[in-house]
DNA sequence: CCCTGATTCGC
DNA sequence: GCGAATCAGG
């Protein structure tokens, strides 16, 4: 691929919104992060701030002296955008708080692994891609725990995803 | 291991 | 100028 000033404009314009480079690479097409991080240099871009964890991912801070609300409320600061180019609607600012409680949930009698709630770039070959929440919504991420070989999910999704009918009917 | 940006250097 | 390889860090 070619740089054309139509992408070079494109990488500007998300690099200033500050898309990590991989994010912008998936964008352009063509290119890898690399390619788009020699690039930012060459055209003499501001840097990020510091090196290392993405300014998206800014977690909402917590104070330690903070007390934990019996009924987590987890009030949220976020806003999607969807972009015109494409359906792709992306996380401009994340900003939830964490209910880093407890390990494990018990809903309807079956014990609920807590979800690690990533995000959809933060998806890999071996997280558990099981959604939770409404995609429309700002609090919508993915369980994001281990998941064994090739397996799309965790070990506990696979059996919600794979499960029998008779054992289906059980469960209601 | 996943990810991030920064730098180097052969092409 | 380009970007893969590498480095340094979370």
Redesign the pocket.
């Given at each position: 691929?070619?740089?054309t000033d139509e992408r070079?404009e494109k990488l500007k314009k998300l690099w200033a919104e500050g898309?990590?480079?991989?994010?912008?690479a998936a964008q352009l097409g063509?290119?890898?992060?690399?390619?788009?991080?020699?690039?930012?240099?060459?055209?003499s871009l501001p840097?990020?701030a510091?090196?290392?964890?993405?300014?998206t991912?800014t977690r909402a801070k917590r104070p330690a002296t903070a007390p934990r609300p019996t009924n987590f409320a987890p009030r949220v600061a976020t806003r999607t955008v969807a972009r015109p180019t494409g359906a792709v609607v992306t996380k401009e600012e994340v900003a939830f708080e964490y209910d880093e409680q407890p390990v494990t949930r018990t809903v309807a009698n079956v014990v609920v692994p807590m979800s690690r709630r990533l995000e959809l770039?933060?998806?890999?070959?071996?997280?558990c891609k099981w959604p939770n929440g409404d995609p429309l919504k700002d609090d919508f991420h993915f369980c994001g725990n281990e998941s064994p070989d090739n397996s799309p999910y965790c070990t506990y999704h696979q059996r919600l995803a794979y499960q029998p009918s008779a054992e289906r009917r059980r469960a209601r």
């Open positions: 691929m070619n740089w070079v898309l990590s480079a991989s994010q912008i063509g290119v890898s992060r690399n390619a788009v991080i020699g690039k930012v240099h060459r055209l840097g990020r510091k090196a290392g964890g993405s300014p991912a770039t933060q998806l890999t070959e071996r997280t």
